[in-house]
């Protein structure tokens, strides 16, 4: 059946297949259609084993060539797919073999046709520009059809051309298209330049900025679809152009819509960063999306994008925000200066995780004793019903577990309740067992730090923020500590599991304990 099936449609060739064939196998087959140099022959009336007998689209070579052959371009079985076929070329593969001589031939044949059956409604200007035939941008039947969408994606040519990645098609289209056009996905030339390369938005945007924070029906502006492609280089250059930080992706505004109240950014601020600072963003994390804060690094690059604007609350792809990212990176100063800044606490990420889970699950005791200072929800559990405390609860003296437990324990997190469930002896309801404290840090560097740090962070301008208020606490019980030492030999750490809390400022100090 298979070998009879490769016979009526030509031999062990694909239907598609561009073939050389002679001009005497055509001489008594029936033309159903005929358009200058294209015709379409109905089958012949041999067996079923003769290789005419299907339906078969033929160009002819050029009068001016001496050559008895021509092309097959199409074979097939019945008549309505011939004839959808022959409607896909003959309107523009005659006249395209005829404006570039150098496709008629069976390579350039081929590449002609298969881009046709591919895309049956666009424009020669559509073809020239997904080839890169630069030299016929100027053609009278080009140029006339320059502006002009395709009818089922209602893609220009210039959108085609960017989305090719041909950057000379896009030079020389650029001063003569339309660049302000939205596709039927409502996508401009930036959100398919985004995921090209640094030199096609510079091209770009040289021209105009446009729709360059424009969302299309996904949700998506330019700057989104960078991220998503894992391409730094076009994500530094959107915000270069002015592209606005603090547009959320509609994926991620399902968890955490802040799109009612965030204002944009001052894209022109976070610009002169980037043009002051071309190195600072962690790259590897532009691939989840979310702002410049997502990608910081330090808390000197957070604290001037958040002067320039960038929204601290504003969640990524994955539903996570700054403060998420920060903790997964183990970043505490970055976490001291978001938190400083007002960031929301209690975000949950689409895994169903705040800050503080992610904390405890990597055992980050400083990081953990920050959130819980600055007010985290010790109690909230995660997708899987998992408190903080059950999470660190089994018995296992001497770990991070047992000291994050202890902290958790001392400003009191809750057990289990009594469900039935086999809870870990540190959360469960009948369970005894309430962790080790961290140690204490000990030295004046280690308060100077931390002062420093807290006062680097507050904001001068603005009223009594939560950082300065930790600092003029930390500056008079620290006069207080001072004077106490030097009455004492010794400090002597209160371990009782039965301690409530402790103060702010034993809490902060604990918080930079074994930070590096």
Same mark, same amino acid.
């Given at each position: 059946m298979l070998n009879v099936l490769q016979r009526l449609l030509g031999?062990?060739?694909?239907p598609n297949k561009v073939q050389e064939v002679k001009n005497e196998l055509y001489i008594n087959l029936q033309v159903l259609h005929r358009d200058d140099a294209m015709r379409l022959y109905a089958p012949g009336n041999g067996s079923s084993g003769d290789?005419?007998?299907?339906y078969e689209i033929v160009l002819e070579r050029p009068h001016s060539e001496t050559i008895n052959t021509s092309y097959s371009l199409y074979r097939a079985g019945t008549q309505p797919e011939a004839e959808e076929k022959f409607e896909a070329f003959h309107q523009r593969l005659p006249e395209l073999v005829k404006m570039i001589r150098e496709m008629y031939n069976?390579?350039?044949?081929q590449k002609l046709c298969d881009t046709l059956i591919e895309h049956p409604s666009w424009s020669l200007a559509h073809v020239v520009a997904h080839f890169n035939l630069v030299d016929y941008v100027s053609n009278p039947k080009i140029v006339e059809s320059l502006d002009d969408p395709d009818h089922a994606e209602l893609l220009t040519p210039l959108q085609v051309a960017i989305k090719a990645n041909?950057?000379?098609m896009v030079k020389a289209l650029s001063p003569i298209a339309k660049a302000e056009h939205l596709d039927n996905n409502s996508s401009s030339v930036f959100h398919y330049a985004a995921s090209t390369t640094k030199e096609m938005i510079n091209?770009?945007?040289?021209?105009?900025?446009?729709?360059?924070?424009?969302?299309n029906t996904d949700g998506y502006t330019p700057l989104h679809l960078a991220c998503l492609a894992d391409k730094p280089d076009c994500v530094k250059a959107l915000l270069l152009a002015g592209a606005d930080t603090n547009k959320m992706a509609k994926c991620a505004s399902n968890v955490y819509n802040r799109a009612a109240t965030s204002k944009p950014s001052s894209a022109g601020n976070v610009a002169d960063f980037l043009v002051s600072n071309p190195n600072k963003l962690f790259t590897q994390d532009m691939k989840h999306g979310g702002t410049p804060l997502h990608w910081s690094s330090s808390r000197e690059v957070l604290n001037s994008l958040i002067e320039r604007g960038c929204d601290v609350n504003l969640v990524n792809f994955n539903g996570q925000t700054p403060l998420h990212m920060m903790v997964a990176r183990e970043r505490l100063e970055c976490v001291v200066a978001l938190l400083a800044h007002e960031a929301d606490i209690d975000v949950v990420d689409n895994n169903g995780n705040t800050p503080l889970h992610i904390a405890v699950e990597k055992k980050l005791v400083p990081i953990v004793q920050c959130l819980v200072v600055f007010g985290a929800d010790i109690n909230k559990p995660t997708k899987?019903? $998992?408190?903080?405390?059950h999470m660190v609860g089994k018995d296992d003296s001497g770990s991070k577990d047992a000291m994050i437990l202890y902290i958790l324990h001392s400003i009191g997190a809750k057990r289990c309740t009594d469900n039935g469930t086999k809870c870990p002896p540190g959360c469960s309801a009948k369970g005894t067992y309430n962790g080790i404290p961290p140690a204490q840090p000990e030295t004046s560097e280690q308060r100077d730090h931390i002062t420093q740090v807290l006062e680097r962070t507050s904001r001068g301008n603005q009223r009594n923020s939560i950082p300065s208020m930790i600092s003029n606490t930390i500056r008079t019980v620290r006069e207080e500590n001072q004077a106490r030492e030097a009455r004492e030999e010794q400090k002597i750490v209160d371990t009782s599991q039965e301690r409530k809390g402790a103060s702010v400022m034993d809490a902060l100090l604990a918080m930079f304990t074994?930070? $590096?």
């Amino acid at each position: 059946m298979l070998n009879v099936l490769q016979r009526l449609l030509g031999g062990d060739a694909p239907p598609n297949k561009v073939q050389e064939v002679k001009n005497e196998l055509y001489i008594n087959l029936q033309v159903l259609h005929r358009d200058d140099a294209m015709r379409l022959y109905a089958p012949g009336n041999g067996s079923s084993g003769d290789k005419k007998s299907v339906y078969e689209i033929v160009l002819e070579r050029p009068h001016s060539e001496t050559i008895n052959t021509s092309y097959s371009l199409y074979r097939a079985g019945t008549q309505p797919e011939a004839e959808e076929k022959f409607e896909a070329f003959h309107q523009r593969l005659p006249e395209l073999v005829k404006m570039i001589r150098e496709m008629y031939n069976i390579n350039g044949l081929q590449k002609l046709c298969d881009t046709l059956i591919e895309h049956p409604s666009w424009s020669l200007a559509h073809v020239v520009a997904h080839f890169n035939l630069v030299d016929y941008v100027s053609n009278p039947k080009i140029v006339e059809s320059l502006d002009d969408p395709d009818h089922a994606e209602l893609l220009t040519p210039l959108q085609v051309a960017i989305k090719a990645n041909n950057m000379e098609m896009v030079k020389a289209l650029s001063p003569i298209a339309k660049a302000e056009h939205l596709d039927n996905n409502s996508s401009s030339v930036f959100h398919y330049a985004a995921s090209t390369t640094k030199e096609m938005i510079n091209l770009l945007t040289a021209k105009s900025t446009a729709n360059l924070n424009h969302c299309n029906t996904d949700g998506y502006t330019p700057l989104h679809l960078a991220c998503l492609a894992d391409k730094p280089d076009c994500v530094k250059a959107l915000l270069l152009a002015g592209a606005d930080t603090n547009k959320m992706a509609k994926c991620a505004s399902n968890v955490y819509n802040r799109a009612a109240t965030s204002k944009p950014s001052s894209a022109g601020n976070v610009a002169d960063f980037l043009v002051s600072n071309p190195n600072k963003l962690f790259t590897q994390d532009m691939k989840h999306g979310g702002t410049p804060l997502h990608w910081s690094s330090s808390r000197e690059v957070l604290n001037s994008l958040i002067e320039r604007g960038c929204d601290v609350n504003l969640v990524n792809f994955n539903g996570q925000t700054p403060l998420h990212m920060m903790v997964a990176r183990e970043r505490l100063e970055c976490v001291v200066a978001l938190l400083a800044h007002e960031a929301d606490i209690d975000v949950v990420d689409n895994n169903g995780n705040t800050p503080l889970h992610i904390a405890v699950e990597k055992k980050l005791v400083p990081i953990v004793q920050c959130l819980v200072v600055f007010g985290a929800d010790i109690n909230k559990p995660t997708k899987e019903g $998992k408190t903080p405390r059950h999470m660190v609860g089994k018995d296992d003296s001497g770990s991070k577990d047992a000291m994050i437990l202890y902290i958790l324990h001392s400003i009191g997190a809750k057990r289990c309740t009594d469900n039935g469930t086999k809870c870990p002896p540190g959360c469960s309801a009948k369970g005894t067992y309430n962790g080790i404290p961290p140690a204490q840090p000990e030295t004046s560097e280690q308060r100077d730090h931390i002062t420093q740090v807290l006062e680097r962070t507050s904001r001068g301008n603005q009223r009594n923020s939560i950082p300065s208020m930790i600092s003029n606490t930390i500056r008079t019980v620290r006069e207080e500590n001072q004077a106490r030492e030097a009455r004492e030999e010794q400090k002597i750490v209160d371990t009782s599991q039965e301690r409530k809390g402790a103060s702010v400022m034993d809490a902060l100090l604990a918080m930079f304990t074994n930070s $590096k």
